[in-house]
């Protein structure tokens, strides 16, 4: 059984930087396309990053692009999230995704796996 474990999270001021991690365990993560998204109370869980199996392929929201990086360590099992001038708009709890079907990954419905959230605070 997938697991995937994130870490990283924590309250930071306005511009500072963050770095999530995503330790998988249980699969063949190295085949799997791994992608964040992040959720507010009441609103839906939107697409951050995500990066293909091989890390060639990379995919960003508009609201980011610029500002964070997608990379993986296959060897390491473990997909990261550079966060950098991070906004109060930012805050949320981050949530790292697999998929096993090499799909590009930029909605929800496209994760097989999910991990339990990290929290993601920036104060103005």
């Known amino acids: 059984q997938v697991q995937l474990v994130e870490s990283g999270g924590g309250l930071v001021q306005a511009g500072g930087s963050l770095r999530l991690s995503c330790a998988a365990s249980g699969g063949t993560f190295s085949s799997y396309t791994m992608g964040w998204f992040r959720q507010t109370p009441g609103k839906e869980r939107e697409f951050v990053a995500s990066i293909s199996w091989s890390g060639g392929g990379r995919y960003y929201a508009d609201s980011v692009k610029g500002r964070f990086t997608i990379s993986r360590d296959n060897a390491k099992n473990t997909v990261y999230l550079q966060m950098n001038s991070l906004r109060p708009e930012d805050t949320a709890v981050y949530y790292c995704?697999?998929?096993?079907?090499?799909?590009?990954?930029?909605?929800?419905?496209?994760?097989?796996?999910w991990g339990q959230g990290t929290q993601v605070t920036v104060s103005s």
């Open positions: 995704a697999g998929d096993r079907n090499h799909r590009i990954m930029v909605v929800a419905t496209t994760a097989d796996y």
